[in-house]
């Protein structure tokens, strides 16, 4: 088993007076050697954004990028005619492919809108660009870990990448154990509120611990938390 951890202060940090945003992994005007990409995990962003304001269209190509609200409302608007508002339990999938330009903006003028933004580099490149958007019950991850991003789950967002991505809100003292869906990926898990132990390592609120070279991670909830977990390829063409 190798890991890696990232505890929550050695994040980097940008702040634009309308945007709070802090990287697990370079990005923009952060940058870190040692904190490029987690196999093909490549950009894990949590953001804050002011009412009202919010991130003009600019382009993309060759990412998934998955767009995960914690609170408040982001309105999607991109270059293929799309116009949407992706809320709290949403899960919104773009993959920039060939190349894309998007728009994300707060919904709201009197509330802040929290995010996750994560790319993730792609299986095959230059596919026709695609958006996908659902919205995931609460109840289907309590005390229970529930797959929100897959290649091979109709019931999930799909993603052009052997990936999984899953969500858990566990009560405290409850555990569950993660198995791998392949031999050479590893996990990312990210907390997004709580405490929580995996296998022996004690992480808290927005923390995150990268494992590989291991068949299977168990979870125990030491408060009641919430996690993201992502699964990626570990061997990726960086060229």
């Known amino acids: ?69 914690l609170s408040g409302d982001l309105h999607h608007n991109d270059s293929t005619g799309r116009n949407e508002i992706i809320r709290q339990h949403d899960v919104q999938i773009m993959s920039a492919g060939s190349g894309i330009a998007h728009s994300e903006m707060n919904a709201n003028k009197d509330q802040q809108v929290k995010f996750l933004q994560i790319w993730v580099m792609p299986k095959e490149l230059n596919i026709n660009p695609r958006y996908e958007q659902k919205s995931f019950k609460p109840a289907d991850r309590a005390n229970q870990i529930f797959t929100v991003v897959a290649p091979d789950n109709q019931d999930a967002v799909w993603i052009n990448q052997d990936a999984w991505f899953s969500l858990a809100n566990f009560e405290a003292g409850k555990n569950d154990e993660y198995f791998l869906r392949q031999m050479d990926n590893g996990v990312y898990v990210f907390v997004i509120n709580g405490s929580v132990t995996i296998n022996d390592t004690v992480l808290h609120e927005r923390d995150g611990l990268g494992i590989w070279d ?19 390829p570990m061997n990726i063409n960086e060229a």
Do not use: C, Q
């Open 1 to 69: 088993m190798k890991t890696v951890l990232h505890k929550s202060n050695t994040r980097g940090h940008n702040s634009f007076g309308w945007l709070s945003s802090y990287h697990s992994f370079s990005f923009g005007h952060y940058y870190n050697p040692e904190r490029i990409h987690f196999g093909a995990l490549r950009v894990l962003n949590d953001d804050t954004v002011a009412p009202g304001m919010g991130f003009g269209k600019h382009p993309h190509d060759n990412m998934e990028i998955v767009s995960i609200p």
């Open 214 to 232: 291991i068949g299977s991670i168990k979870i125990e909830a030491n408060t009641t938390t919430e996690l993201l977990l992502i699964e990626v």
